[in-house]
């Protein structure tokens, strides 16, 4: 039993990391899409999912980022 209990930790520890790893990635990427979109012209901007209008651009790019990246764990 302990020996399925530290590997369980050990599981939920590997996910923990990939999980901050696909935000930190999906975050840079979002960042990057929400600053060159901001140069476009209000009606062309592309709606983002999980973004309330006047926000910043890391608080979109962490609003798209936490609604994506939690779809790539779920089974």
């Not at 302990?2 to 930190?24: A, D, H, I, N, P």
């Not at 990427?29 to 592309?46: D, E, G």
């Not at 910043?56 to 609604?67: K, M």
């Amino acid at each position: 039993m302990v020996k399925s209990c530290g590997s369980t930790l050990r599981l939920r520890q590997e996910m923990r990391w990939e999980y901050r790893f696909l935000y930190v990635l999906a975050f840079l990427y979002f960042l990057a899409v929400t600053a060159s979109t901001r140069v476009l012209p209000h009606a062309w901007r592309p709606h983002l999912p999980g973004v309330e209008p006047r926000q910043s651009v890391f608080g979109e790019a962490r609003a798209v980022a936490g609604t994506l990246v939690p779809f790539a764990f779920t089974r």
